[in-house]
């Protein structure tokens, strides 16, 4: 509580002062004097010291991933049935997330669901999907859904314990690789008669506004956009966020061809042709 009483010398006429009154401590007027500044508060450093040999001490018996470890539980590698469990449960909020009854029941967006070539690379051999399905990594695959009307593509997946580089942040390389994949995936969707062996990333710029936690589901939405008919050159553009809406990272990136799009429309009539 204050309180403030103002007062002018009536012979002197003096500047007014105001003079403080707490309930806690003695009056002070103002200006304060000197010994007033020379008092300096007192420092609890008993507290602080205790504070940081402790913190020392659980971190050097607990370490973050350790701790990680027991508040995310994952199932054991032998463990058949409860990577089935996890996956089920995965799948279970998957499929109950707002977000995607959303898409679903909009006729101008298209569902995907799978990994396209991320499965397998061009050599036959297995990519880092197959290292990554597992509890903890991208357990299940991504949904997505793409509007051909406009470019616009939506691609929901959650991102695992595993995945982290420093504890409990997903790591930056995972994610730059995970755009840059979902930018090529949507350009083939737009126009199918390309594949992944003739889509190219001329360049990519990640843009990482907050940490990615793991253990959640994300949102990447990109769209695309022609650049450059002579030369075959696109721009894709994604934003990637939680559920909620909160920005994490904005992504652009030019993408190049190595031969000219075609729209599904006019490869349908091309196919209509070959019979006639």
């Known amino acids: 509580m204050i309180t403030l009483s103002k007062g002018i010398h009536k012979a002197s006429q003096c500047k007014p002062f105001v003079q403080l009154t707490f309930k806690r401590f003695n009056s002070v007027k103002y200006p304060p004097p000197l010994s007033y500044y020379e008092s300096k508060p007192r420092r609890n450093w008993r507290f602080g010291l205790i504070a940081f040999i402790a913190g020392a001490a ?7 991933y350790t701790i990680g470890d027991n508040l995310i539980k994952l199932p054991d590698d032998n463990d058949i049935e409860g990577k089935k469990r996890y996956t089920d449960e995965l799948e279970a909020k998957l499929k109950s997330l707002p977000l995607v009854k959303h898409y679903q029941n909009d006729k101008d967006y298209i569902e995907y669901r799978g990994w396209n070539h991320l499965d397998t690379t061009p050599s036959g051999l297995s990519s880092f999907h197959g290292t990554l ?61 390309l594949s992944f062996d003739s889509v190219h990333t001329k360049s990519l710029d990640l843009n990482y506004s907050f940490p990615t936690f793991v253990n959640q589901f994300i949102v990447i939405r990109s769209n695309m956009s022609k650049i450059n008919t002579n030369e075959n050159l696109y721009q894709v553009k994604s934003d990637v966020s939680t559920l909620g809406g909160m920005l994490l ?28």
């Open 249 to 276: 990272i904005s992504a652009n990136a030019t993408l190049s061809s190595d031969i000219s799009p075609k729209l599904p429309e006019t490869i349908a009539s091309e196919k209509r042709g070959w019979f006639w």
């Open 58 to 64: 659980i971190s050097y018996n607990y370490p973050l």
């Open 133 to 193: 399905l597992t509890p903890g990594g991208i357990a299940i695959p991504p949904i997505s859904f793409h509007c051909q009307k406009t470019g616009d593509d939506v691609v929901i997946l959650h991102v695992g314990r595993r995945l982290s580089g420093y504890p409990f942040i997903v790591h930056g390389g995972i994610l730059g690789m995970l755009v840059d994949e979902i930018f090529k995936s949507n350009l083939i969707k737009e126009f199918p008669n």
